[in-house]
């Protein structure tokens, strides 16, 4: 940036640099005028009082001596204007001036830099001019230090006027302010809207505020706005290698992606459409920081890191390391972004975030599945046991309890389980019809079996239609399939069936029989997790989903062609 920019900073240098030099000789003079009229004996009592109002306004202004501007010019003269030499020859003639940007220099790191865009040409020359007049300053002529932002000891309120439109107190914590000496109101990087209409106020206006809120908006890159997301990241556990890898990761981020971070905190700008539209407000906020955080981290650091969204409520808001890694599976494994070819923000992923928010994967990846033509079945597996083995982490003593969490978790295993059992057949009846009937017939047949797992006798006798000997499936042990092939082994081991695991050639499958799905079916309704007839409608439900992400086909089909 600075190599691109370098061509301007002389001329910007020289032009900027010059103007500042002459207002300022201009100022010097007009000020020599004023104070040879002041000396005059005659002059009256109303004239005076006017020259020395003339004469204040100048001295607020005034920052450089007359000797200052003459050596400058001719120092800016004999340099050609270039900013380099200009500092270089000036630090030769009075190097004690510089003691104390030197000393400040230490301090001043390549994030400060990075934060004023201090490389580009118009800046570059305002940092300089801001250095020298700093320099020009008396000690007196600094401003006190402010108040602690907290302290210990008691603020006692004091009495004020009615009313918000006045200087009597700081419209950001409250404090009381001295009228007289009340200087700062808000600007942009202080308050998101700093134009306020207040209640006492004829109009709009920009508020006062106390030094110490204008210190903290400028010390702080932490700007709660509309637009922003602040993150907080702590380790999830207390290791010194998971602490270290946080700090790597926050410089990472901030490097690569052009973000702020200051200590634990990282500020993610909103990603906008085309026309400006910012994702953040039409997602919603937390939706849009969960889907940015997924896409943004990797699995491991999610299962690695705390995540909390810092917004204007009071408490933070804890993003679940649960849900950002099965929305980085719904982002990677059917092809999402947070915005559709940089016109359209993807409101169909809010609404599967929404749904894994409230602990429904299923739901969230049918009404996904249902929207695309791509998916990732290897990774959407991979995601699916990784959700599973986080909700234990959550959990830990508590898988077997009555919370409402620990019910979702084992309605999430036995979904997986039923699955896995009721898939084979379902891809047995396809494997028997592809070569006998059109491709629309047979997937209707497919959609029709799928529509009977809510009963178990119904889904035996169309599974079983119009075969004579017992029907018998293979559960298939691949990459895509593997969470659901456990799950369905554990399921039988429990039903007293655990010789069902067979190998061949290479090649492992689970040897099922329809009495499998009625025995399953059987256990659970014994179960006290589904003994009412919602949550077996709830289970049953789930599993129906479930059985159509693995043949998205079908409902993709459906949608196309106006099947219901």
């Known amino acids: 940036m600075q190599a691109k920019e370098a061509a301007k900073y002389q001329e910007l240098f020289s032009k900027s640099f010059q103007k500042m030099l002459e207002e300022q000789k201009n100022l010097n003079q007009d000020l020599k005028s004023i104070e040879s009229q002041l000396r ?16 204040e306004k100048i001295i607020e202004k005034l920052i450089f001596s007359e000797d200052f501007v003459n050596q400058k010019q001719l120092l800016l003269e004999e340099s050609g204007g270039d900013p380099f030499i200009f500092i270089k020859e000036d630090l030769k003639k009075s190097p004690e001036t510089f ?45 006190q230090l402010p108040a602690p932002v907290l302290t210990e000891e008691i603020v006692t309120p004091r009495s004020r006027s009615p009313g918000d439109d006045h200087k009597e107190f700081c419209y950001s914590c409250g404090i009381d302010l001295d009228p007289k000496t009340a200087k700062w109101q808000v600007l942009r990087f202080m308050f998101e809207r700093p134009s306020q209409r207040r209640q006492s106020a004829l109009g709009e206006g920009r508020p006062h505020i106390c030094d110490s809120c204008a210190l903290l908006a400028f010390a702080s890159p932490l700007k709660v706005t509309d637009e922003s997301i602040i993150l907080k990241l702590e380790a999830a556990d207390n290791q010194v290698s998971t602490q270290l890898k946080l700090k790597d990761y926050l410089r990472m981020l901030t490097c690569k992606e052009m973000n702020l971070n200051a200590g634990k905190y990282i500020v993610l700008t909103s990603d906008k459409t085309s026309k400006g539209d910012a994702a953040s407000s039409k997602l919603g906020q937390v939706q849009y920081a969960i889907a940015k955080v997924a896409s943004l981290f990797s699995v491991e650091v999610l299962q690695d890191f705390k995540f909390s969204l810092i917004t204007q409520a009071s408490e933070p808001i804890i993003l679940s390391n649960r849900h950002l890694i099965f929305v980085k599976g719904i982002i990677a494994g059917y092809g999402q972004s947070i915005i559709e070819s940089g016109k359209e923000i993807n409101l169909k992923l809010g609404d599967a975030i929404r749904h894994i928010q409230k602990n429904m994967p299923y739901l969230a990846e049918y009404s996904t599945t249902k929207n695309v033509t791509y998916s990732d079945c290897f990774e959407l597996e991979k995601v699916r046991q990784l959700y599973w083995q986080t909700i234990q982490h959550d959990l830990g003593n508590n898988m077997t309890s009555n919370k409402r969490l620990a019910k979702r978790a084992r309605l999430y295993k036995d979904v997986a389980a039923l699955t896995g059992l009721t898939a084979a057949f379902v891809g047995s009846m396809e494997s028997s019809l592809k070569s006998k009937e059109k491709e629309e017939d047979y997937r209707r047949e497919m959609s029709k079996l799928i529509e009977k797992v ?111």
């Open 454 to 564: 809510d009963d178990p006798n119904f889904f035996g006798y169309y599974a079983t239609l119009g075969v004579e000997t017992i029907v018998q499936a293979r559960l298939w042990k691949n990459p895509d399939n593997y969470f659901i092939y456990q799950q369905t082994q554990e399921l039988l081991q429990t039903l007293g069936q655990s010789e069902r695991e067979q190998e061949k050639e290479g090649k492992t499958w689970l040897q099922l029989y329809i009495d499998d799905v009625t025995n399953a079916y059987a256990h659970f309704a014994d179960s006290d997790d589904y003994s009412q007839e919602k949550d077996w409608k709830e289970l049953t439900y789930q599993l129906k989903l479930s059985l159509y992400t693995r043949f998205p086909e079908l409902v993709r089909k459906s949608k196309n062609s106006g099947d219901n």
């Open 99 to 143: 003691l104390q940007i030197k000393a400040i220099a230490k301090g001043f790191t390549k994030t400060a830099t990075d934060q004023i865009n201090g490389t580009r040409g118009d800046i570059f020359a305002k940092c300089l001019i801001e250095m020298y007049r700093l320099l020009e300053l008396k000690e007196d002529q600094f401003d």
């Open 40 to 55: 005059q004996d005659n002059l009256a009592k109303k004239d005076r009082n006017k020259l020395v109002k003339q004469k």
